[in-house]
């Protein structure tokens, strides 16, 4: 069957279902993909063909006995930081490089007991610590629509593979925005869910109390399949809330007149990319003839956020990081002299500088004469934000605004300058500091031909608002079904 | 000038639940190294942790008995230091909103009875073992332990003497122990100390600079160690010196203390809430089922013991130290009402059976029972009282009944005169020298014709009858 890796999730399972095809031909589409686009994109870490095969094999025989699952089959790209049983399992660092972890990430239970097919581990950022993917030991990856620029990140790798057809879907990891960029960079859909929505049980932690992992696929059809088999309670996740799911999938044709979208005056004050202005525009009149209303509102603290976020995100991951320290697992130093010794060479030669980097700022603002000033203030600044958005939702069913300020930039472009890296995430940090679920929607292109997202926010556990949102929006539009012509 | 010492304790007390604070392991101890682990307690990436509720449990228990104000959210922090033993290199504890503050204990001293300030109870998880090679410069470590829950008892600085603290650490390990929340073993470390000691003068309200001590792993150990190191900081002071403040080992071997590190080198172990664990909650409903589950303590116990029972202070001490001592005491009055013969029995023959034997009481071979059984045979004048000590070894020995044992061996005393008087007749007959001294006015050899006596019937005369007996032959040959 031509173009078989382009096709959508849902089409693929019901081709699967008539058994018109195997998962296995599937499969092998996609690995052939791959090996012809990874020596240009480079979206994975490691690709397993042999545990492909196996799995689709394994996928073929549920769909002959009668025992699939809406997902079975189709083939899907994890994101390096989500521990796979047996396989390596590196987070994108020097430090991790040869660790294979000795038990499953319940994400990555939840898409074996679904019979999905795991084709490998998608490039990041390291320790999901970036933007653009760059920061990557394994090296950056390329977006497919223009590969001397970056996918976003930090779960590039993910978006990319997904962009360029190498996986039909792909998990990510979100923190500050690392699914949602990617996804606008790389026009492709993205959400991140409400934090407690998704077990984070075996995601390697960058910053555990605003990490949250989501799906990655090229419609919202798709994104709908992959929540309702992501998103449920995990009693191995102190912090994963035993909330009672709607099938996502229900929401896919409600028509959303009558819903009202809050626009952001502080985001939008900030636009000064004429192309993400004019694609929001049009994206706007779009969901005005669905029968969405607008109404402008105010979050005043958010302008705080990426102030706040940097300290609170590196606070955590000096404390989640300080586990490499080359006695247990992972990259040691092979001269030493000591124990302390053993630890400095240990963690100068494993981690990159950016990780260095947060780590050494959450070290000092976690410090006995700091805390106060850093760490307090920052978690209060992240409470009014909350409060904010909570106020914000009293007059709307969603938040439209962009997902970033200017599409995808080029590689090495932000790479030696922190500050305008950070604000790439201007948009995305807010969602997390607030725990929001968040979806990236394609919404246009730029003049030179890059995508632009848009991005929605709802408020905790709607998730089902975006869903219904973005599924109309993309019955009226296509920026959704280009490909990049890779 | 006269001093005064200033004392406070920390004391981390290992909980007796069946697995480990925040993951599924076992807690059973003298395992092969590193096979009570799992992904969590082994702090592997991405594994995140989730509280064993009995630890709560627990720890509601003890903060309870500790008259503590219960918080009904507590938080858990994050404890920053980098050490192999710890494999997160954070330990998962409490900081700013421990589970319980604000408690008091009344400890009971020769003085009389002193009230203790708790400042807080909180919950953590143990660390590792690391075991150095002797041979080699080598370290293995040992995690096992790690991710045990413990909890942190820290003490306001109210005790002014080495023994107050002794007192205060024999009631907490006391407590812990009838709560059946630890079993209290100091040398195995499942209960360990730490304390703050400073010196003032005598009448001075402000606190002087103060030390830390560690490493002291006995009663007898807290006492010296504190002794030492308040008879150092007196002799600083006198000189004329200042006290550093430090933390300082002590150490076994010398019973000095040595300095471990100064205030500069202390660990600033970067505190901040777990992000991992959300604020843990305390529903009034436990606390409710927690004081439902409180056992009656060693000093209301003992104050009944000593108002129901009519026995000693001393007594009821002893028999309270230990619940299942106490146990033993009521379910042996409870059948034989006799408590003072009951007590002694049990604070002698008993506990000397019992010491050095590592499972107690519970496996104790003479039951409560057998006990009140043996005690009516000597009161009924069945066997004597001696008789009666040779019995308890046999029935500790093999686990008979006292009955069965005096049956077998034909230790049922003998109380019939008309016999006695045929034996005591014999032994004047076949003593006539001493029967002279007697008469002659040795009366004390009075002692040697019973002897005499109860070894010619093999310990099995009744006493009280044969020195009636003998006094009345005696008197006879006087005329």
């Known amino acids: 069957m031509p173009n078989l890796h382009e096709k959508s999730a849902a089409e693929l399972a019901g081709l699967l279902r008539d058994k018109k095809i195997s998962a296995v031909e599937i499969t092998k589409s996609a690995l052939e993909r791959i090996n012809t686009l990874e020596p240009t994109l480079h979206s994975f870490v490691n690709v397993y063909p042999d545990l492909a095969v196996t799995m689709a094999e394994q996928a073929d025989r549920m769909i002959q006995d009668g025992s699939a699952r809406p997902l079975t089959g189709i083939p899907i790209a994890i994101k390096d930081n989500m521990c796979l049983k047996s396989r390596k399992t590196t987070c994108g660092s020097k430090i991790l490089a040869n660790f294979t972890p000795p038990y499953d990430a319940t994400v990555v239970n939840l898409i074996k007991n679904e019979g999905m097919v795991i084709l490998g581990s998608a490039n990041m950022d390291e320790f999901a610590m970036g933007s653009s993917t760059e920061t990557s030991c394994w090296g950056p990856t390329k977006n497919p629509w223009d590969?001397?620029?970056?996918?976003?990140?930090?779960?590039?790798?993910?978006?990319?593979?997904?962009?360029?057809?190498?996986?039909?879907?792909?998990?990510?990891?979100?923190?500050?925005?690392?699914?949602?960029?990617?996804?606008?960079?790389?026009?492709?859909?993205?959400?991140?869910?409400?934090?407690?929505?998704?077990?984070?049980?075996?995601?390697?932690?960058?910053?555990?109390?605003?990490?949250?992992?989501?799906?990655?696929a090229r419609d919202i059809k798709d994104i709908a399949l992959m929540l309702n088999l992501l998103c449920k309670h995990d009693p191995m996740d102190s912090t994963s809330v035993p909330v009672q799911r709607s099938d996502f999938s229900t929401f896919l044709d409600k028509k959303p007149s009558g819903m009202t979208l809050g626009v952001p005056v502080e985001f939008f004050n900030k636009l000064s990319n004429q192309d993400v202005e004019r694609s929001l525009t049009e994206a706007r009149k779009v969901f005005e003839k669905l029968g969405v209303k607008f109404v402008e509102l105010s979050l005043p603290s958010l302008d705080y956020g990426i102030a706040a976020y940097y300290v609170i995100a590196p606070c955590e991951a000096s404390s989640n990081l300080a586990r490499y320290d080359g006695v247990k697992y992972g990259h040691r130093a092979e001269n030493f002299d000591g124990m302390i010794d053993m630890?400095?060479?240990?963690?100068?030669?494993?981690?990159?500088?950016?990780?260095?980097?947060?780590?050494m700022l959450g070290t000092y603002a976690l410090s006995w004469c700091y805390y106060d000033a850093y760490y307090l203030k920052a978690a209060k600044i992240r409470t009014l934000i909350t409060q904010d958005f909570k106020k914000a939702f009293e007059g709307c069913d969603g938040i439209f605004c962009p997902v970033a300020p200017a599409p995808a930039f080029k590689i090495g472009e932000k790479i030696d300058d922190p500050i305008q890296m950070y604000l790439t995430d201007v948009f995305t940090i807010p969602v997390n500091m607030a725990g929001l679920p968040g979806i990236s929607c394609p919404a246009g292109f730029s003049s030179d031909g890059l995508p632009i997202g848009m991005q929605i926010i709802a408020s905790h556990f709607q998730e089902s608002k975006l869903v219904q949102l973005v599924s109309a929006f993309q019955r009226e539009t296509d920026h959704h079904l280009k490909h990049p012509a890779i | 000038m006269e001093f005064e010492a200033v004392i406070g304790l920390e004391v981390h007390a290992q909980l007796l639940t069946n697995s480990k604070a925040f993951c599924s392991c076992t807690t059973k101890f003298g395992s092969a190294p590193n096979s009570n682990t799992c992904p969590i307690c082994l702090g592997m990436p991405g594994s995140l942790p989730v509280l064993n509720s009995k630890a709560l449990d627990y720890t509601v228990?003890?903060?309870?008995?500790?008259?503590?104000?219960?918080?009904?959210?507590?938080?858990f922090a994050r404890k920053n230091y980098y050490y192999p033993d710890l494999p997160k290199n954070y330990q998962i504890s409490q900081y700013e909103l421990p589970v319980a503050e604000h408690g008091w204990l009344d400890v009971d001293l020769v003085s009389g009875t002193k009230r203790i300030g708790i400042t807080r109870i909180h919950m953590e998880e143990d660390a590792g073992k690391l075991i150095h090679d002797e041979k080699k410069s080598v370290s293995y470590v040992d995690l096992n332990r790690t991710g045990?829950?413990?909890?942190?008892?820290?003490?306001e600085p109210d005790m002014r003497t080495a023994e107050e603290a002794a007192a205060y650490l024999r009631s907490l390990r006391s407590i812990l122990v009838y709560l059946g929340i630890c079993d209290g073993n100091m040398e195995e470390g499942s209960f360990r100390c730490d304390a703050n000691v400073s010196i003032r003068p005598r009448g001075r309200q402000a606190l002087g600079t103060k030390t830390e001590l560690k490493n002291m792993n006995s009663f007898k150990n807290v006492q010296k160690g504190l002794e030492y190191e308040i008879e150092r900081h007196t002799e600083i002071l006198t000189d004329g010196g200042?006290?550093?403040?430090?933390?300082?080992?002590?150490?076994?071997?010398?019973?000095?203390?040595?300095?471990?590190?100064?205030?500069?080198?202390?660990?600033?172990?970067?505190?901040?809430?777990?992000?991992?664990?959300?604020?843990?909650?305390?529903?009034?409903?436990?606390?409710?089922?927690?004081?439902?589950?409180?056992p009656e303590l060693p000093r209301a116990k003992r104050d009944r013991f000593i108002k129901d029972f009519g026995i000693p202070e001393y007594d009821a001490?002893?028999?309270?130290?230990?619940?299942?001592?106490?146990?033993?005491?009521?379910?042996?009055?409870?059948?034989?009402?006799?408590?003072?013969?009951?007590?002694?029995?049990?604070?002698?023959?008993?506990?000397?059976?019992?010491?050095?034997?590592?499972?107690?009481?519970?496996?104790?071979?003479?039951?409560?029972?057998?006990?009140?059984?043996?005690?009516?045979?000597?009161?009924?004048?069945?066997?004597?009282?001696?008789?009666?000590?040779?019995?308890?070894?046999?029935?500790?020995?093999?686990g008979k009944a006292p009955d069965d044992i005096v049956r077998e061996k034909g230790l049922v005393q003998v109380s019939d005169v008309s016999e006695l008087t045929k034996v005591i007749a014999k032994i004047l007959a076949d003593n006539p020298k001493e029967v002279s001294r007697y008469l002659a006015g040795k009366t004390q050899l009075l002692a040697f014709f019973v002897g005499q006596t109860m070894r010619a019937t093999r310990g099995k005369a009744n006493p009280q009858l044969v020195n009636e007996i003998l006094t009345v032959e005696l008197d006879k040959l006087k005329n």
């Open chain 1, 147 to 216: 590969t001397e620029r970056i996918p976003g990140g930090s779960s590039g790798g993910s978006a990319a593979a997904v962009a360029s057809c190498q996986a039909t879907v792909a998990l990510g990891s979100d923190t500050g925005g690392s699914i949602r960029l990617p996804a606008s960079f790389c026009g492709v859909t993205g959400m991140k869910p409400t934090y407690g929505a998704v077990s984070r049980f075996g995601l390697v932690a960058y910053a555990s109390s605003l990490d949250q992992i989501g799906p990655f």
């Open chain 1, 343 to 359: 630890y400095c060479r240990t963690r100068a030669e494993g981690f990159g500088p950016e990780v260095k980097r947060r780590i």
């Open chain 2, 61 to 75: 228990l003890m903060a309870l008995a500790c008259n503590c104000r219960i918080n009904e959210v507590s938080r």
């Open chain 2, 148 to 155: 045990v829950p413990l909890i942190e008892i820290v003490s």
């Open chain 2, 242 to 294: 200042t006290i550093v403040q430090e933390t300082r080992l002590f150490d076994p071997s010398s019973g000095s203390t040595v300095s471990m590190r100064s205030k500069e080198q202390a660990h600033d172990y970067r505190y901040f809430p777990d992000p991992d664990l959300l604020p843990l909650k305390v529903e009034p409903e436990l606390v409710e089922k927690m004081k439902k589950a409180m």
């Open chain 2, 317 to 398: 001490s002893v028999l309270t130290a230990e619940r299942p001592l106490a146990q033993f005491f009521e379910d042996t009055v409870a059948i034989f009402a006799n408590p003072k013969a009951v007590s002694n029995w049990i604070m002698t023959e008993f506990m000397r059976a019992a010491k050095g034997q590592d499972s107690g009481l519970i496996s104790s071979p003479v039951n409560p029972a057998n006990l009140a059984k043996l005690l009516g045979m000597i009161e009924d004048g069945t066997i004597s009282g001696k008789i009666g000590k040779t019995v308890f070894e046999e029935m500790w020995g093999t």
